[in-house]
């Protein structure tokens, strides 16, 4: 990774910042896989898709993933990028970015994404909803060697206890999330993710029982890197 690599890493991905050196030459270690197994495609105009914008999405996969040691989501290898949103001929709406098991892609809107990355504490990040998406279903495709990296028990607890949220935001009641997570249970462990990364004392503070079952989940505990 070249030195202006890191330094776009150092200065505009802090959760890379936050890590030891250590944990750095991991990460990088981790994202250089990511870059190189993965196609980065510019859509509707957006001819050139650059070098930071191939390293702050595949970090965001990095961040997500980072408490395996070898998780990469091959299902996955193609990575979309719009400008803005942009229109879903089959849902006749617009986008802001989705996952698509079927053609194994993740789509993303890059105003949107970046526009997750400047507030790093308001729970609504893109990039980190859709990996999130992807993660969910990387681990029921069991015809590459990723799937049911879940520890299964931790998850089923995760399920009831997200399951419990859900009527709470159905009912008005006011949390932690934000109401799109009552969806169903792919947005709100989509929704949960995001609030995991970037509000983990609120989170924390709120539900520790649901917190506790994303650290055991994810195999890693934001509030380490993120004062309160």
């Not at 929704?191 to 994303?214: C, I, R």
Request: net charge negative.
């Amino acid at each position: 990774m070249t030195k202006q690599e890191v330094e776009i890493l150092e200065h505009k991905f802090p959760y890379y910042a936050r890590l030891s050196e250590q944990h750095k030459s991991e990460f990088r270690k981790k994202l250089e896989v990511i870059l190189t197994s993965k196609s980065f495609i510019g859509r509707s105009g957006l001819r050139i898709v650059t070098p930071e914008m191939k390293l702050l999405i595949g970090a965001t996969i990095v961040m997500v993933t980072f408490g395996w040691n070898d998780l990469r989501l091959p299902h996955f290898s193609k990575i979309l990028i719009y400008p803005d949103t942009y229109y879903s001929t089959i849902s006749k709406q617009y986008h802001r970015g989705e996952v698509n098991p079927r053609l194994g892609i993740i789509v993303m809107s890059w105003s949107c994404f970046l526009a997750g990355m400047e507030d790093q504490s308001d729970g609504v990040n893109l990039g980190i909803h859709e990996v999130a998406h992807a993660l969910k279903l990387e681990n029921q495709i069991y015809y590459n060697d990723e799937s049911e990296f879940f520890n299964p028990e931790v998850y089923r607890t995760f399920q009831n206890l997200a399951n419990k949220e859900m009527l709470h935001l159905k009912a008005g009641t006011l949390t932690v999330f934000r109401s799109s997570a009552s969806i169903d249970e792919d947005e709100f462990f989509a929704v949960a993710l995001e609030t995991f990364f970037e509000k983990p004392h609120e989170f924390f503070g709120y539900n520790p029982e649901l917190y506790g079952t994303l650290v055991q989940l994810m195999r890693q505990d934001p509030r380490v890197w993120i004062r309160s």
